[in-house]
């Protein structure tokens, strides 16, 4: 005998039965249903390696940036100090020459 009789916290109905045709659809549903299971899981395995990837990328992108940033800071500071070296090299010649000029 076929029951489809609705499960009690209101899920879908719950077939059971004794006959051949009755075990046959059950064992289809099952077989169905762990595929369906499967496919999700293949599917959650995927999105975690994908997410694992993106992560990664999302890391990697990071810390080049802050290597550039750092680099970009390194090389402001040697402009810098490139300056500062050529204005006491002109205060120096401008010095030599106040003196020359002075004997």
Do not use: F, Y
Request: aromatic residues 0%; hydrophobic residues 30%; contains cysteine.
């Amino acid at each position: 005998m076929l029951s489809t009789e609705p499960h009690p916290q209101g899920r879908l109905g719950i077939i059971k039965g004794d006959k051949p045709e009755h075990q046959s659809i059950t064992n289809m549903l099952k077989d169905v249903c762990t595929q369906t299971i499967t496919d999700i899981e293949e599917q959650l395995r995927i999105q975690k390696k994908v997410d694992t990837i993106t992560k990664q990328e999302h890391e990697d992108a990071e810390h080049v940036r802050i290597e550039q940033a750092c680099l970009d800071t390194e090389q402001e500071e040697q402009a810098h100090q490139d300056k500062i070296q050529k204005l006491e090299e002109c205060w120096k010649a401008v010095a030599a020459t106040k003196h020359k000029l002075a004997l």
